[in-house]
């Protein structure tokens, strides 16, 4: 199971252009409300989620969890108890914790980021405590992918279906979809 936690105020393609890339690869994908049933984009796309809050199970059928950015989403998705507890399930239990955007920053306040490679939205790299800033648009290292903002949403997508499945598995779906 992978959960991405949407919150209103989310960057709609960072959670979409994912969600898109793990369904083609036969993953299992659900979008939490974080803020209610129906969350409002930064731009105004309203997403009905599949689950709530309540509903988050964190045992080992996760895999993964997913931040969006934009903003307020991802300070949204950092003032909710349940996201903290999902990334800090994540964390000690082995698991892939992604974030994009302004969301590395979620990660950088909890002190997950220190002595990692990382990046995230021009002028939040400050809030990457103790991260080493990469020039790169997506960054695995270990189990943290983070990646620079909308405009990588595909290729971040297709760094979480490689490290959950394949590389050959993400090269196919970018190949299906005409992608560089």
Do not use: W
């Not at 930064?42 to 009905?48: D, F, L, M, Y």
């Not at 349940?82 to 002190?111: E, R, S, T, W």
């Amino acid at each position: 199971m992978i959960y991405c936690f949407l919150a209103d105020g989310f960057e709609e393609l960072e959670a979409i252009a994912p969600i898109d890339m793990l369904t083609r690869a036969h993953l299992e994908v659900k979008t939490v409300g974080v803020t209610g049933e129906v969350v409002c984009g930064s731009h105004g796309i309203k997403v009905t989620a599949d689950c709530s809050l309540k509903d988050v199970i964190l045992d080992d059928k996760l895999e993964a969890v997913i931040l969006p950015g934009g903003m307020p989403g991802a300070l949204n998705l950092e003032n909710s108890p349940v996201v903290q507890k999902a990334i800090d399930f994540a964390a000690q239990n082995d698991k892939f914790v992604c974030a994009i955007c302004a969301a590395p920053q979620i990660l950088g306040h909890k002190g997950l980021l220190k002595g990692r490679n990382a990046i995230a939205y021009p002028g939040f790299e400050n809030e990457l405590d103790g991260a080493n800033i990469s020039e790169d648009y997506v960054v695995c290292d270990g189990r943290f992918i983070t990646a620079k903002g909308a405009g990588v949403a595909v290729d971040f997508g297709l760094e979480i279906v490689a490290q959950l499945i394949s590389k050959e598995k993400s090269d196919e779906i970018r190949s299906q979809i005409q992608s560089k």
